[in-house]
Protein backbone atom coordinates (compact mmCIF):
# COMPACT_ATOMS: atom_id res chain seq x y z
CA UNK A 1 0.00 0.00 0.00
CA UNK A 2 2.78 2.35 1.11
CA UNK A 3 4.23 1.45 -2.79
CA UNK A 4 1.36 2.26 -4.60
CA UNK A 5 0.74 5.57 -2.85
CA UNK A 6 4.37 6.67 -3.26
CA UNK A 7 3.85 5.70 -7.20
CA UNK A 8 0.98 7.66 -7.01
CA UNK A 9 2.33 11.18 -5.86
CA UNK A 10 5.24 10.56 -8.04
CA UNK A 11 3.55 9.52 -11.37
CA UNK A 12 5.25 11.47 -13.17
CA UNK A 13 9.03 11.49 -12.56
CA UNK A 14 8.78 7.67 -12.24
CA UNK A 15 6.99 7.66 -15.70
CA UNK A 16 9.88 9.64 -17.55
CA UNK A 17 12.59 7.76 -15.67
CA UNK A 18 10.86 4.56 -17.56
CA UNK A 19 10.81 5.89 -20.28
CA UNK A 20 14.53 6.88 -20.87
CA UNK A 21 15.67 3.56 -20.12
CA UNK A 22 12.34 2.33 -22.93
CA UNK A 23 14.29 5.15 -25.30
CA UNK A 24 17.84 3.80 -24.16
CA UNK A 25 16.55 0.47 -25.31
CA UNK A 26 14.41 1.00 -28.40
CA UNK A 27 17.89 2.91 -29.56
CA UNK A 28 19.95 -0.48 -29.15
CA UNK A 29 17.34 -2.52 -31.18
CA UNK A 30 17.39 -0.02 -33.61
CA UNK A 31 20.80 -0.34 -34.14
CA UNK A 32 20.73 -4.19 -33.82
CA UNK A 33 18.14 -4.35 -36.08
CA UNK A 34 20.38 -2.26 -38.57
CA UNK A 35 22.55 -4.39 -38.38
CA UNK A 36 20.86 -7.69 -38.98
CA UNK A 37 18.91 -6.13 -41.99
CA UNK A 38 22.60 -6.14 -43.74
CA UNK A 39 23.60 -9.95 -41.60
CA UNK A 40 26.19 -8.10 -39.33
CA UNK A 41 25.29 -8.88 -36.44
CA UNK A 42 27.92 -11.77 -36.22
CA UNK A 43 30.01 -8.39 -36.25
CA UNK A 44 28.50 -6.46 -33.56
CA UNK A 45 31.76 -6.35 -31.89
CA UNK A 46 33.25 -4.10 -34.98
CA UNK A 47 30.25 -1.85 -34.20
CA UNK A 48 29.86 -1.68 -30.30
CA UNK A 49 31.39 1.79 -30.29
CA UNK A 50 29.47 3.09 -32.60
CA UNK A 51 26.13 1.77 -30.77
CA UNK A 52 27.79 3.12 -27.57
CA UNK A 53 28.06 6.81 -29.13
CA UNK A 54 24.77 6.64 -30.82
CA UNK A 55 23.03 5.63 -27.48
CA UNK A 56 24.53 8.44 -25.59
CA UNK A 57 24.39 11.30 -28.19
CA UNK A 58 20.91 10.39 -29.01
CA UNK A 59 19.66 10.27 -24.88
CA UNK A 60 21.18 13.87 -24.79
CA UNK A 61 19.70 14.76 -27.63
CA UNK A 62 16.29 13.82 -26.77
CA UNK A 63 16.76 15.73 -23.47
CA UNK A 64 17.73 18.70 -25.19
CA UNK A 65 14.46 18.78 -27.16
CA UNK A 66 12.32 19.09 -24.48
CA UNK A 67 11.37 15.12 -24.63
CA UNK A 68 11.91 14.36 -21.11
CA UNK A 69 9.77 17.04 -19.53
CA UNK A 70 6.40 15.88 -18.91
CA UNK A 71 4.29 17.58 -21.11
CA UNK A 72 0.42 17.00 -21.54
CA UNK A 73 -0.96 16.38 -24.68
CA UNK A 74 -4.55 15.58 -26.16
CA UNK A 75 -2.66 13.85 -29.10
CA UNK A 76 1.01 13.23 -29.03
CA UNK A 77 1.74 15.03 -32.63
CA UNK A 78 3.90 17.77 -31.20
CA UNK A 79 5.88 14.72 -29.35
CA UNK A 80 6.07 13.12 -32.92
CA UNK A 81 7.63 16.35 -34.03
CA UNK A 82 10.21 16.66 -31.40
CA UNK A 83 11.24 12.99 -31.44
CA UNK A 84 12.01 13.79 -35.59
CA UNK A 85 14.07 16.97 -34.53
CA UNK A 86 15.80 15.47 -31.82
CA UNK A 87 16.78 12.19 -34.02
CA UNK A 88 17.94 14.26 -36.37
CA UNK A 89 19.92 16.47 -33.44
CA UNK A 90 21.40 13.09 -32.79
CA UNK A 91 22.70 11.91 -36.24
CA UNK A 92 24.83 14.88 -36.85
CA UNK A 93 25.65 15.23 -33.33
CA UNK A 94 26.80 11.34 -33.53
CA UNK A 95 28.66 12.16 -37.09
CA UNK A 96 30.54 15.01 -35.42
CA UNK A 97 31.51 12.90 -31.75
CA UNK A 98 33.03 10.14 -34.01
CA UNK A 99 34.86 12.95 -36.43
CA UNK A 100 36.07 14.68 -33.02
CA UNK A 101 36.76 11.28 -31.23
CA UNK A 102 38.97 9.95 -34.63
CA UNK A 103 41.01 12.96 -34.24
CA UNK A 104 41.93 11.65 -31.40
CA UNK A 105 42.83 8.40 -32.49
CA UNK A 106 44.84 9.58 -34.79
CA UNK A 107 46.63 11.89 -32.18
CA UNK A 108 46.06 14.95 -34.74
CA UNK A 109 47.72 18.16 -32.70
CA UNK A 110 45.66 20.39 -34.18
CA UNK A 111 42.63 19.67 -32.22
CA UNK A 112 44.67 20.73 -28.59
CA UNK A 113 42.17 23.04 -27.53
CA UNK A 114 40.93 23.02 -23.80
CA UNK A 115 38.43 20.81 -24.12
CA UNK A 116 40.84 18.17 -25.51
CA UNK A 117 41.54 16.09 -22.60
CA UNK A 118 37.92 15.92 -21.68
CA UNK A 119 37.47 14.06 -25.34
CA UNK A 120 40.88 12.24 -24.95
CA UNK A 121 39.27 10.95 -21.67
CA UNK A 122 35.71 9.70 -23.28
CA UNK A 123 38.00 8.66 -26.35
CA UNK A 124 39.81 5.99 -23.54
CA UNK A 125 36.24 4.56 -22.33
CA UNK A 126 34.50 4.78 -25.49
CA UNK A 127 37.28 3.29 -28.39
CA UNK A 128 36.82 3.65 -32.13
CA UNK A 129 38.56 0.89 -32.96
CA UNK A 130 38.01 -0.01 -36.87
CA UNK A 131 36.14 2.60 -37.73
CA UNK A 132 37.42 2.50 -41.49
CA UNK A 133 35.42 -0.87 -41.64
CA UNK A 134 31.60 0.75 -40.73
CA UNK A 135 29.43 0.96 -43.29
CA UNK A 136 27.90 4.54 -44.26
CA UNK A 137 24.82 3.41 -44.99
CA UNK A 138 24.03 0.97 -41.98
CA UNK A 139 24.68 4.09 -39.82
CA UNK A 140 21.73 6.12 -41.81
CA UNK A 141 19.40 3.21 -41.99
CA UNK A 142 20.05 3.08 -37.96
CA UNK A 143 19.08 7.01 -37.23
CA UNK A 144 15.77 5.93 -39.65
CA UNK A 145 14.95 3.22 -37.65
CA UNK A 146 15.51 4.93 -34.38
CA UNK A 147 12.83 7.52 -35.64
CA UNK A 148 10.47 4.89 -36.74
CA UNK A 149 11.01 2.33 -33.45
CA UNK A 150 10.99 5.63 -31.18
CA UNK A 151 7.48 7.07 -32.68
CA UNK A 152 6.06 3.99 -32.24
CA UNK A 153 7.59 3.15 -28.80
CA UNK A 154 6.26 6.71 -27.69
CA UNK A 155 3.14 6.20 -29.69
CA UNK A 156 2.59 3.20 -27.25
CA UNK A 157 3.66 5.00 -24.02
CA UNK A 158 1.28 7.36 -24.61
CA UNK A 159 -1.76 5.62 -25.15
CA UNK A 160 -0.76 3.69 -21.71
CA UNK A 161 -0.10 6.84 -20.13
CA UNK A 162 -3.81 8.18 -21.26
CA UNK A 163 -5.29 4.48 -19.88
CA UNK A 164 -3.59 5.35 -16.31
CA UNK A 165 -4.63 8.93 -16.45
CA UNK A 166 -8.78 7.64 -17.40
CA UNK A 167 -8.75 5.08 -14.90
CA UNK A 168 -7.56 7.90 -12.28
CA UNK A 169 -3.81 6.90 -11.98
CA UNK A 170 -1.28 9.87 -11.55
CA UNK A 171 -3.65 12.48 -12.01
CA UNK A 172 -3.39 16.20 -10.59
CA UNK A 173 -6.07 17.91 -8.89
CA UNK A 174 -6.89 20.85 -10.29
CA UNK A 175 -9.51 23.81 -9.04
CA UNK A 176 -10.57 26.83 -11.58
CA UNK A 177 -10.61 30.09 -10.04
CA UNK A 178 -13.50 32.00 -11.77
CA UNK A 179 -16.83 30.91 -13.02
CA UNK A 180 -17.87 32.71 -15.86
CA UNK A 181 -17.79 31.22 -19.66
CA UNK A 182 -14.63 30.71 -19.85
CA UNK A 183 -13.67 29.10 -16.37
CA UNK A 184 -16.59 26.41 -17.75
CA UNK A 185 -15.05 25.66 -20.65
CA UNK A 186 -11.83 24.94 -18.89
CA UNK A 187 -13.19 22.81 -16.92
CA UNK A 188 -15.33 20.97 -19.65
CA UNK A 189 -12.01 20.26 -21.53
CA UNK A 190 -11.03 18.52 -18.42
CA UNK A 191 -13.67 16.83 -18.54
CA UNK A 192 -13.88 15.48 -21.72
CA UNK A 193 -10.18 14.47 -22.24
CA UNK A 194 -9.28 12.82 -19.11
CA UNK A 195 -6.39 11.54 -20.44
CA UNK A 196 -4.74 14.88 -19.82
CA UNK A 197 -4.55 13.66 -16.08
CA UNK A 198 -6.24 17.01 -14.55
CA UNK A 199 -8.82 15.75 -12.01
CA UNK A 200 -11.28 18.26 -11.61
CA UNK A 201 -11.68 19.42 -8.06
CA UNK A 202 -13.97 22.30 -8.00
CA UNK A 203 -14.41 26.19 -8.95
CA UNK A 204 -13.35 28.99 -6.89
CA UNK A 205 -14.66 32.94 -7.36
CA UNK A 206 -15.52 36.14 -4.66
CA UNK A 207 -19.30 34.83 -3.99
CA UNK A 208 -20.02 33.59 -7.41
CA UNK A 209 -21.30 30.30 -7.84
CA UNK A 210 -20.86 28.26 -11.30
CA UNK A 211 -24.77 28.65 -13.02
CA UNK A 212 -26.60 25.23 -12.68
CA UNK A 213 -27.07 23.13 -15.47
CA UNK A 214 -23.12 23.84 -16.94
CA UNK A 215 -20.54 24.22 -14.59
CA UNK A 216 -23.02 23.46 -11.62
CA UNK A 217 -22.75 19.85 -10.88
CA UNK A 218 -19.51 20.73 -9.96
CA UNK A 219 -18.84 21.92 -6.21
CA UNK A 220 -18.17 25.38 -5.61
CA UNK A 221 -15.45 25.63 -3.02
CA UNK A 222 -15.38 29.30 -2.03
CA UNK A 223 -13.35 32.12 -2.27
CA UNK A 224 -9.36 33.33 -1.86
CA UNK A 225 -9.86 32.92 1.68
CA UNK A 226 -10.92 29.22 1.56
CA UNK A 227 -7.74 28.64 -0.75
CA UNK A 228 -5.60 27.30 2.05
CA UNK A 229 -8.14 25.06 3.66
CA UNK A 230 -9.17 23.55 0.44
CA UNK A 231 -5.67 22.52 -0.89
CA UNK A 232 -5.57 20.44 2.14
CA UNK A 233 -8.87 19.06 2.36
CA UNK A 234 -8.90 18.15 -1.83
CA UNK A 235 -5.01 17.99 -2.34
CA UNK A 236 -4.86 20.51 -5.10
CA UNK A 237 -1.97 21.14 -6.39
CA UNK A 238 -2.55 23.17 -9.72
CA UNK A 239 -5.18 26.56 -9.88
CA UNK A 240 -5.90 27.43 -13.72
CA UNK A 241 -7.36 30.89 -13.24
CA UNK A 242 -9.63 31.39 -15.85
CA UNK A 243 -11.29 34.71 -15.21
CA UNK A 244 -10.21 36.87 -18.23
CA UNK A 245 -12.33 39.76 -16.91
CA UNK A 246 -9.90 40.12 -13.83
CA UNK A 247 -8.03 43.71 -13.16
CA UNK A 248 -4.58 42.89 -13.41
CA UNK A 249 -3.85 44.41 -9.88
CA UNK A 250 -6.31 41.54 -8.36
CA UNK A 251 -4.68 39.05 -10.45
CA UNK A 252 -1.21 39.73 -9.45
CA UNK A 253 -1.95 39.40 -6.00
CA UNK A 254 -3.94 36.44 -6.54
CA UNK A 255 -0.91 34.87 -8.18
CA UNK A 256 1.20 35.67 -5.27
CA UNK A 257 -1.61 34.15 -2.83
CA UNK A 258 -0.95 31.12 -4.77
CA UNK A 259 3.18 31.11 -4.81
CA UNK A 260 2.66 31.71 -1.23
CA UNK A 261 0.89 28.90 -0.57
CA UNK A 262 2.83 26.09 -2.66
CA UNK A 263 0.19 25.79 -5.28
CA UNK A 264 1.08 25.95 -9.15
CA UNK A 265 -1.12 28.10 -11.28
CA UNK A 266 -1.80 28.67 -14.92
CA UNK A 267 -3.83 32.20 -16.34
CA UNK A 268 -6.04 31.71 -19.13
CA UNK A 269 -4.72 35.29 -20.96
CA UNK A 270 -7.24 37.93 -21.36
CA UNK A 271 -7.02 37.91 -24.67
CA UNK A 272 -7.78 34.29 -25.44
CA UNK A 273 -9.40 34.66 -28.66
CA UNK A 274 -5.88 36.62 -30.24
CA UNK A 275 -4.27 33.13 -29.62
CA UNK A 276 -6.26 31.24 -31.80
CA UNK A 277 -5.75 33.80 -34.69
CA UNK A 278 -3.31 34.44 -37.33
CA UNK A 279 -1.15 36.87 -34.75
CA UNK A 280 2.36 35.98 -33.80
CA UNK A 281 4.03 37.29 -30.09
CA UNK A 282 6.41 39.97 -31.28
CA UNK A 283 8.17 42.61 -28.67
CA UNK A 284 9.24 46.49 -28.97
CA UNK A 285 12.33 45.70 -26.79
CA UNK A 286 10.87 44.72 -23.74
CA UNK A 287 7.42 45.30 -24.50
CA UNK A 288 5.57 42.23 -25.92
CA UNK A 289 3.41 43.09 -28.92
CA UNK A 290 0.66 40.77 -30.45
CA UNK A 291 1.25 41.13 -34.34
CA UNK A 292 -1.36 40.15 -37.19
CA UNK A 293 0.55 37.57 -39.71
CA UNK A 294 0.98 39.38 -43.02
CA UNK A 295 1.40 36.32 -44.91
CA UNK A 296 -0.82 33.80 -43.58
CA UNK A 297 -1.50 32.34 -46.52
CA UNK A 298 2.31 29.82 -47.59
CA UNK A 299 1.09 29.82 -50.92
CA UNK A 300 4.09 27.10 -51.49
CA UNK A 301 2.72 24.82 -49.00
CA UNK A 302 -0.67 25.01 -50.38
CA UNK A 303 0.78 24.64 -53.89
CA UNK A 304 2.50 21.69 -52.68
CA UNK A 305 0.02 20.17 -50.94
CA UNK A 306 -2.80 20.59 -53.30
CA UNK A 307 -0.26 18.95 -56.01
CA UNK A 308 0.87 16.23 -54.00
CA UNK A 309 -3.37 15.35 -52.83
CA UNK A 310 -4.77 15.56 -56.52
CA UNK A 311 -1.59 13.13 -57.08
CA UNK A 312 -2.41 10.56 -54.00
CA UNK A 313 -5.79 10.90 -54.75
CA UNK A 314 -5.19 9.77 -58.16
CA UNK A 315 -2.76 6.74 -57.28
CA UNK A 316 -4.96 5.76 -54.95
CA UNK A 317 -7.73 5.88 -57.05
CA UNK A 318 -6.14 3.76 -59.63
CA UNK A 319 -4.48 1.13 -56.70
CA UNK A 320 -8.00 0.86 -55.23
CA UNK A 321 -10.72 0.34 -57.86
CA UNK A 322 -10.94 -3.27 -57.81
CA UNK A 323 -11.40 -3.29 -54.42
CA UNK A 324 -13.85 -0.12 -54.38
CA UNK A 325 -15.53 -2.08 -57.40
CA UNK A 326 -16.30 -4.96 -54.67
CA UNK A 327 -17.42 -2.77 -52.37
CA UNK A 328 -19.93 -1.36 -54.98
CA UNK A 329 -20.76 -5.30 -55.65
CA UNK A 330 -21.71 -5.83 -52.10
CA UNK A 331 -23.90 -2.70 -51.22
CA UNK A 332 -26.01 -3.36 -54.38
CA UNK A 333 -26.43 -6.95 -53.01
CA UNK A 334 -27.62 -6.63 -50.02
CA UNK A 335 -29.81 -3.19 -50.86
CA UNK A 336 -31.60 -2.00 -54.03
CA UNK A 337 -30.25 1.90 -54.90
CA UNK A 338 -27.22 3.70 -55.89
CA UNK A 339 -23.59 2.28 -54.86
CA UNK A 340 -22.73 6.16 -53.93
CA UNK A 341 -24.71 8.56 -51.40
CA UNK A 342 -23.83 12.28 -51.71
CA UNK A 343 -24.31 14.94 -48.97
CA UNK A 344 -23.97 19.35 -49.41
CA UNK A 345 -21.25 20.28 -46.99
CA UNK A 346 -19.20 23.58 -46.68
CA UNK A 347 -16.20 24.01 -47.84
CA UNK A 348 -13.44 26.18 -48.38
CA UNK A 349 -14.39 29.91 -48.39
CA UNK A 350 -17.94 28.43 -47.29
CA UNK A 351 -18.59 27.35 -50.40
CA UNK A 352 -21.07 24.13 -50.69
CA UNK A 353 -19.72 20.63 -52.95
CA UNK A 354 -21.27 17.60 -53.18
CA UNK A 355 -19.62 15.26 -50.72
CA UNK A 356 -19.64 11.46 -52.08
CA UNK A 357 -19.69 8.33 -49.74
CA UNK A 358 -20.41 4.80 -50.35
CA UNK A 359 -24.03 4.34 -49.19
CA UNK A 360 -24.31 2.98 -45.34
CA UNK A 361 -28.20 3.05 -44.75
CA UNK A 362 -31.03 1.65 -46.80
CA UNK A 363 -32.07 3.79 -50.06
CA UNK A 364 -35.08 5.35 -48.70
CA UNK A 365 -33.62 6.39 -45.34
CA UNK A 366 -30.81 7.63 -46.56
CA UNK A 367 -31.68 11.32 -45.61
CA UNK A 368 -30.17 14.11 -43.36
CA UNK A 369 -31.37 12.92 -40.08
CA UNK A 370 -29.38 12.16 -36.95
CA UNK A 371 -26.18 10.18 -36.96
CA UNK A 372 -26.74 6.43 -35.92
CA UNK A 373 -25.85 6.24 -32.41
CA UNK A 374 -26.51 2.00 -32.08
CA UNK A 375 -25.88 -1.03 -33.74
CA UNK A 376 -29.30 -2.20 -34.13
CA UNK A 377 -30.13 1.05 -36.50
CA UNK A 378 -32.75 0.10 -38.58
CA UNK A 379 -31.70 1.96 -41.33
CA UNK A 380 -27.99 0.58 -41.62
CA UNK A 381 -26.80 -2.27 -43.51
CA UNK A 382 -24.55 -4.75 -42.42
CA UNK A 383 -22.16 -4.22 -45.46
CA UNK A 384 -22.75 -0.63 -44.42
CA UNK A 385 -21.65 -1.16 -40.53
CA UNK A 386 -18.81 -2.78 -41.15
CA UNK A 387 -17.82 0.25 -43.40
CA UNK A 388 -18.97 2.73 -41.20
CA UNK A 389 -16.98 1.45 -38.23
CA UNK A 390 -13.96 1.06 -40.74
CA UNK A 391 -14.31 4.67 -42.28
CA UNK A 392 -14.11 2.81 -45.71
CA UNK A 393 -17.42 4.16 -46.77
CA UNK A 394 -15.15 7.66 -47.19
CA UNK A 395 -12.89 6.13 -49.82
CA UNK A 396 -14.85 8.09 -52.25
CA UNK A 397 -14.11 10.87 -51.48
CA UNK A 398 -10.92 10.63 -53.21
CA UNK A 399 -13.00 12.12 -56.22
CA UNK A 400 -13.71 15.15 -53.87
CA UNK A 401 -9.81 15.76 -53.81
CA UNK A 402 -9.25 14.93 -57.33
CA UNK A 403 -12.07 17.96 -58.25
CA UNK A 404 -10.01 20.07 -55.57
CA UNK A 405 -13.07 20.73 -53.63
CA UNK A 406 -11.37 18.49 -50.46
CA UNK A 407 -7.63 17.44 -49.37
CA UNK A 408 -6.71 14.61 -47.57
CA UNK A 409 -5.92 16.11 -44.25
CA UNK A 410 -7.81 18.89 -43.11
CA UNK A 411 -10.79 20.30 -41.22
CA UNK A 412 -14.72 18.41 -40.74
CA UNK A 413 -16.69 19.14 -43.95
CA UNK A 414 -19.82 19.88 -42.14
CA UNK A 415 -23.55 20.47 -43.05
CA UNK A 416 -24.97 23.55 -43.91
CA UNK A 417 -27.44 23.59 -41.16
CA UNK A 418 -24.46 22.66 -39.03
CA UNK A 419 -22.53 25.42 -39.71
CA UNK A 420 -25.44 27.80 -39.47
CA UNK A 421 -26.11 26.41 -35.82
CA UNK A 422 -23.13 26.82 -34.79
CA UNK A 423 -22.32 30.49 -36.11
CA UNK A 424 -25.45 31.62 -34.57
CA UNK A 425 -25.42 30.15 -31.24
CA UNK A 426 -21.69 29.93 -30.63
CA UNK A 427 -19.78 33.11 -28.71
CA UNK A 428 -16.66 32.00 -29.70
CA UNK A 429 -15.51 34.27 -32.56
CA UNK A 430 -13.04 32.30 -34.50
CA UNK A 431 -14.81 29.90 -35.66
CA UNK A 432 -15.37 30.91 -39.44
CA UNK A 433 -11.18 30.30 -39.40
CA UNK A 434 -11.75 26.69 -40.24
CA UNK A 435 -13.14 27.14 -43.49
CA UNK A 436 -9.65 29.21 -44.61
CA UNK A 437 -8.22 25.83 -45.70
CA UNK A 438 -9.94 22.72 -48.01
CA UNK A 439 -12.21 20.37 -45.91
CA UNK A 440 -9.99 16.92 -45.11
CA UNK A 441 -10.98 13.19 -45.72
CA UNK A 442 -9.12 12.55 -42.17
CA UNK A 443 -7.83 15.23 -39.28
CA UNK A 444 -7.04 15.77 -36.32
CA UNK A 445 -10.76 15.14 -35.02
CA UNK A 446 -10.95 11.92 -36.92
CA UNK A 447 -8.39 10.25 -35.01
CA UNK A 448 -8.74 11.65 -31.69
CA UNK A 449 -10.71 10.50 -28.75
CA UNK A 450 -13.04 13.12 -28.70
CA UNK A 451 -15.05 11.86 -31.84
CA UNK A 452 -17.82 11.36 -29.90
CA UNK A 453 -18.33 14.51 -28.00
CA UNK A 454 -20.69 17.25 -29.30
CA UNK A 455 -18.82 18.84 -32.45
CA UNK A 456 -19.10 22.65 -30.92
CA UNK A 457 -16.78 20.86 -28.22
CA UNK A 458 -14.30 20.34 -30.93
CA UNK A 459 -13.32 22.96 -32.57
CA UNK A 460 -10.37 23.53 -31.12
CA UNK A 461 -8.88 20.64 -33.18
CA UNK A 462 -9.97 22.16 -36.14
CA UNK A 463 -8.07 25.90 -35.11
CA UNK A 464 -5.06 23.77 -33.91
CA UNK A 465 -4.39 22.20 -37.33
CA UNK A 466 -5.18 25.59 -39.04
CA UNK A 467 -2.23 27.45 -37.02
CA UNK A 468 -0.19 24.49 -37.20
CA UNK A 469 -0.13 23.45 -40.63
CA UNK A 470 2.84 21.42 -42.13
CA UNK A 471 4.27 18.64 -44.30
CA UNK A 472 5.43 16.79 -41.21
CA UNK A 473 1.69 17.12 -39.41
CA UNK A 474 -0.18 15.92 -42.70
CA UNK A 475 2.13 13.23 -42.42
CA UNK A 476 1.57 12.27 -38.61
CA UNK A 477 -2.06 12.71 -39.44
CA UNK A 478 -2.31 10.46 -42.19
CA UNK A 479 -0.24 7.75 -40.36
CA UNK A 480 -2.69 7.99 -37.34
CA UNK A 481 -5.64 7.80 -39.72
CA UNK A 482 -4.14 4.57 -41.16
CA UNK A 483 -3.58 2.79 -37.56
CA UNK A 484 -7.64 4.00 -36.58
CA UNK A 485 -8.91 2.32 -40.08
CA UNK A 486 -6.73 -1.26 -38.86
CA UNK A 487 -7.88 -0.98 -35.49
CA UNK A 488 -11.73 -0.70 -36.43
CA UNK A 489 -13.72 1.83 -34.24
CA UNK A 490 -16.46 1.78 -32.72
CA UNK A 491 -18.51 3.75 -34.98
CA UNK A 492 -22.21 3.15 -35.70
Given at each position: ????????????????????????????????????????????????????????????????????????????????????????????????????????????????????????????????????????????LIFAMIFGLMVVQRGIMFKISSMLHAAGFGNTNVAVFGTGD???????????????????????????????????????????????????????????????????????????????????????????????????????????????????????????????????????????????????????????????????????????????????????????????????????????????????????????????????????????????????????????????????????????????????????????????????????????????????????
Amino acid sequence: MHLMGWLRRNFDTCFIVIQVWLDGFTILLACVWGLGVFRQLNQFSLYRQLVVVIIGVTLVSFWNCGLYRWRKSILNVEEYRSTFQATMLSFLGTATTIYLLRAVEEGDKKWDFPGFDLLRAVHDVVGLADIDQWSRFIYLLIFAMIFGLMVVQRGIMFKISSMLHAAGFGNTNVAVFGTGDMAQRVEQKMRIFPTLGFHFVGYFDEGEEPPEGRGGARPYLGGRRQLEEMRVMHGISRVIISKPEMEEDELIELCGHLENLGIEYQVVPRLYHFFSQRFAIDSLDSIPLITLNRNPGRPIYRLTKSLVDRLLALVLLALLSPFLLLIGLLIRRESSGPVLFSQVRVGFKQRTFRMIKFRTMYHDMCVDAATPNSRSDPRVTRIGRFLRRTSLDELPQLVNVLRGEMSLVGPRPEMPFIVGHIQNDMEDPVYHLRFDTKPGITGLWQVSSARKAPIQENIDYDLYYLENQSVFLDIVILFLTALAVLRIRETY
